[in-house]
């Protein structure tokens, strides 16, 4: 299994347990993935380190004073 975190602007626009669809968007830097549609961002990622899946749970959401994060979880 593996994991990525996502930051997301707004609660509420997923739940935990909820089966996400990723994107992979390329940039100068590496990869990031979008949840779709449009809910949540991820890093960036470098070519050895992409991500194989197009689909992931929401394992968690964690919320502090910079925002909301949401890990998903994936069977890779």
Same mark, same amino acid.
């Given at each position: 299994? #593996?994991?990525? +975190?996502?930051?997301?602007?707004? +609660?509420?626009?997923?739940?935990?347990? +909820? @089966? $996400?669809?990723?994107? /992979?968007? @390329? *940039?100068?830097?590496?990869?990031?993935?979008?949840?779709?549609? *449009?809910? *949540?961002?991820?890093?960036?990622?470098?070519? #050895?380190?992409?991500?194989?899946?197009?689909?992931?749970? $929401?394992?968690?959401? +964690?919320?502090?004073? #910079?925002?909301?994060? $949401?890990? $998903?979880?994936? /069977?890779?």
């Amino acid at each position: 299994m #593996r994991t990525i +975190q996502f930051k997301m602007e707004r +609660q509420g626009l997923v739940t935990e347990g +909820q @089966e $996400v669809e990723i994107t /992979d968007h @390329e *940039a100068d830097s590496g990869s990031c993935y979008i949840i779709e549609p *449009a809910v *949540a961002m991820s890093g960036c990622y470098k070519g #050895r380190d992409r991500l194989k899946s197009t689909h992931g749970i $929401v394992k968690e959401i +964690q919320h502090n004073d #910079r925002g909301y994060y $949401v890990i $998903v979880e994936f /069977d890779e």
